[in-house]
């Protein structure tokens, strides 16, 4: 089998099955079996698959079809021009996260020596890309899931980030105050989980995802508590649902947050609610 056949049956097999990124998903699985860039289909077409590879090819082409995510597959994705570790228990890094890192790099990027904390880390992404990008900044993730610490562990090692990791409940286990604190908290309505895609609902952990019967669970608890550990003039910056940013910047408004606002992803929905104290 040649490369651009491997990538054509591929796509097609993907499209059949009502995969939407069915020639982008075939390009990133082929890339990673062949270690190839993208532009092989049209530079090598004609190149054959070791048997190795195609061997690699038909158990990733079986596993994308029963919609498992790309990111599973290959137990990677990009995050903020970073290479992240993912599994199946913690969330893939979603490109609407970067609005997050974005928006704490706008109001930081010139400061030093900042101390952050991330509330349910999972992958770790937020914090690492941080203490990556911000000049002398320091760290500590919290996640419930020791199996979600270990995939945050992994990326903080490979990245050399410096990142600190506990095991909490949100803050039961946090010591000390920070400038700064982060979260990608779960914020999926409970009866609406088994309403995602499959590659969410069947492949992503439901504790990363599950809100409560609101979808509003996790705010109340970390907003109510998060002044206790910011220093003064410290800012709070939480990724939001779609329909949920109006809501949570009324919480942080009873928190007695200042200058609350609200981000727009690049699809236009709101995304990120931050205030200072």
């Not at 029963?66 to 979603?94: A, C, N």
């Not at 909490?168 to 286990?173: G, K, R, T, V």
């Not at 003039?233 to 939001?240: K, P, R, V």
């Amino acid at each position: 089998m040649t490369y651009f056949e491997a990538y054509a049956e591929l796509k097609e097999k993907l499209k059949n099955k009502g995969i939407e990124e069915a020639a982008n998903d075939a390009e990133l699985l082929l890339m990673h079996i062949c270690k190839t860039g993208r532009n092989e289909k049209f530079m090598h077409p004609d190149r054959l698959l070791t048997q190795r590879e195609e061997e690699l090819f038909n158990e990733y082409s079986l596993r994308r079809e029963k919609r498992e995510p790309v990111s599973q597959i290959l137990g990677r994705s990009s995050f903020m021009g970073f290479d992240i570790q993912v599994s199946k228990d913690v969330l893939t890094p979603r490109a609407d996260t970067e609005i997050l890192v974005e928006e704490v790099l706008k109001d930081h990027g010139s400061k030093e020596a900042l101390n952050i904390l991330d509330i349910c880390t999972g992958t770790g992404c937020i914090l690492l890309s941080l203490l990556k990008l911000l000049k002398s900044a320091k760290g500590t993730g919290a996640d419930i899931s020791g199996e979600a610490l270990a995939v945050a562990e992994k990326n903080n090692k490979e990245l050399d980030a410096g990142a600190s990791f506990l095991r909490s409940d949100l803050f039961e286990n946090i010591r000390g105050t920070y400038d700064i604190i982060v979260s990608n908290p779960p914020y999926i309505k409970s009866d609406e989980i088994e309403k995602l895609m499959p590659e969410v609902r069947e492949y992503e952990p439901h504790i990363a995802l599950d809100g409560g019967t609101d979808g509003m669970a996790f705010y109340k608890r970390i907003i109510k508590a998060a002044p206790a550990f910011l220093n003064s003039g410290g800012y709070i910056y939480l990724e939001t649902g779609y329909d949920e940013a109006t809501e949570v910047s009324e919480l942080l408004k009873t928190a007695e947050f200042k200058e609350i606002k609200t981000i727009k992803d690049y699809g236009g929905n709101d995304r990120v609610v931050k205030g200072h104290i």
